[in-house]
C-alpha cells in the first residue's frame, strides 16, 4: 500500500484563500453590526425609514463567529460600520471579541467607521479592544450645515467624540462626501482643520444607493474638478500610501496631512478590489453596486463551518466584475434599491 503524504501546510493555507473569479485576492471584510442610525444623512437614507425587525439581526455572538470564519479563510483585515456601529449595545464587546485575533496574528487590522456621536463614552473601549484607527464621518463642521445634511445632527456632540478618540490615541480619518451647492465651500477648511489636527481626510463622490428624497443629480460634485480647485490653493505632493481601501492619497505640502479621494463615479477602482461586505442580517454582499448576495446566516445557524465555507466559496464565484455607478439625468433610478445604511462603508 502506498501512502500519500499530506500537502505542504502553506499550500494548503493558500487553497483556503479567498480569490474570486477574475483572480483577485480578497481579504477585507466589512461587517454591518446595525442598519440602524440616529442620524439620517441626506445622501445616504430617506427621511422615513424602515429598518429590519430585530428578530433578523444577527447576535454579537453570532457576528464574531462569523469573523472568526472569514479569518480562518485569510481575511486579514475587519472594519465594523452599519447604520451606525456605536449604536449598537456591545459593539466594544463584539470589538474586543474580533480583537483577540490581533493579537496572535492572524488578523492584521480592525477598524470602524463612525458618525462619532456616541464615540466620546467608547473610544477608550475601542481602543483597548485592539483598534488603532478609525474613520469618522463629517460632512461639515458649521453647526447648522451639518445639522441640515444629517437631518438631526449636533456636530459639537461629534466633534467632543473626536477628541476623545484622539485623546485615547486612536488615529483618525475624517471622511466627508463632496455635495455640491452644501459642502463644497467648506472643504479647503477642511484640509486645513484635518492636516493641523493630525487627521487623515478623504473625500467621496455620492453614490446611488437607494431612494432617497433628493436628486442625487442636484448634489454630485465629481471630484476631479475638487481636486483642480484644490491644486489652486494647496501642493499636492505624490503619496504611494494605501490602506487597503479604494482611496487614493496624495499629502498636503502645507499642511503635513494626507488627503484621499474616493471615485466611484469619476474613476473606477474595481480592479483593485479586495472587499466583501456582510450585513447584520447575515447577507454576504461582494459588491455595493449589486443585490446579488448569499445568506450565511442559515449556514451558521444549521450548517456550522462547512457549509459556511460553502457559501462563502459560492459567493466568491459570482463576485462582478464592477460596479457600474453613474449619475447622469435627472429623477434616474438608483444602481440599487439597498441604501447604504444596510451594507455600511
Ligand atoms: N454611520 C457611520 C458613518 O456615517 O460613518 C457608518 C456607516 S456610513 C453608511 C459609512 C460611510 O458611507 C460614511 O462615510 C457615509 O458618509 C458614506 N455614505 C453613505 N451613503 C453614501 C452614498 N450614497 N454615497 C457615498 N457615500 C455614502
Ligand atoms: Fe447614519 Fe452614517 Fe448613513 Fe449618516 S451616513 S445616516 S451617520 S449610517
Known amino acids: 500500500m502506498t501512502s500519500v503524504a499530506p500537502p505542504p501546510a ?3 493555507a493558500d487553497a483556503a484563500m479567498l480569490r ?3 483572480g483577485r485576492r480578497i481579504d477585507y471584510l466589512r461587517i454591518s453590526v446595525t442598519d440602524r442610525c440616529d442620524l439620517r444623512c441626506r445622501y445616504c437614507m430617506a427621511e422615513a425609514m424602515s429598518f429590519l425587525p430585530r428578530r433578523e439581526l444577527l447576535s454579537l455572538e453570532e457576528l464574531a463567529e462569523l469573523a472568526d470564519a472569514f479569518i480562518a479563510r485569510g481575511v486579514r483585515k475587519i472594519r465594523l460600520t452599519g447604520g451606525e456601529p456605536l449604536a449598537r449595545r456591545g459593539l466594544p464587546d463584539l470589538a474586543h471579541d474580533i480583537g483577540r485575533h490581533l493579537k496572535t496574528g492572524a488578523l492584521d487590522e480592525l477598524t470602524l467607521t463612525t458618525n462619532a456621536t456616541r464615540l466620546a463614552e467608547q473610544a477608550d473601549a475601542l481602543a483597548r479592544a485592539g483598534i488603532r484607527r478609525i ?3 463629517l460632512d461639515s463642521r458649521d453647526p447648522a450645515l451639518f445639522r ?3 437631518r438631526t445632527g449636533d456636530v459639537a456632540q461629534v466633534l467632543h467624540g ?4 484622539k485623546a485615547a490615541g486612536l488615529a483618525i480619518k475624517i471622511n466627508m462626501v463632496a455635495l455640491k451647492g452644501l459642502n463644497e465651500g467648506e472643504i479647503p477648511a477642511m484640509v486645513e482643520w484635518c492636516g493641523a489636527q493630525g487627521f487623515d481626510f478623504t473625500l467621496i463622490e455620492t453614490m446611488p444607493l437607494g431612494v432617497v428624497e433628493e436628486d442625487r443629480t442636484d448634489r454630485y460634485l465629481p471630484l476631479d474638478g475638487v481636486r483642480r480647485a484644490l491644486e489652486e490653493r494647496f501642493t499636492l505632493l505624490p503619496e504611494t500610501h494605501r490602506t487597503g481601501g479604494p482611496a487614493r492619497y496624495v499629502r498636503v505640502a502645507e499642511t503635513g496631512g494626507r488627503l484621499g479621494f474616493i471615485t466611484p463615479l469619476t474613476h473606477n477602482f474595481c480592479e483593485g478590489c479586495n472587499r466583501m461586505r456582510v450585513t447584520v442580517q447575515g447577507r454576504l ?3 455595493l453596486g449589486h443585490e446579488d448576495h448569499v445568506d450565511l446566516k442559515q449556514a451558521l445557524r444549521e450548517g456550522g463551518r462547512a457549509a459556511l465555507d460553502a457559501a462563502i466559496d459560492e459567493a466568491l464565484a459570482h463576485k462582478p466584475q464592477r460596479h457600474h455607478f ?3 439625468g435627472r429623477n434616474a433610478a438608483p444602481a440599487v434599491d439597498r441604501h447604504m445604511n444596510v451594507t455600511g462603508g
Do not use: W
Open 148 to 150: 441640515h445634511i444629517t
Open 285 to 287: 454582499y461582494m459588491c
Open 326 to 328: 453613474q449619475i447622469a
Open 20 to 22: 474570486d473569479g477574475f
Open 10 to 12: 502553506r499550500a494548503s
Open 135 to 137: 474613520n469618522v464621518s
Open 162 to 165: 473626536i477628541a476623545a478618540a
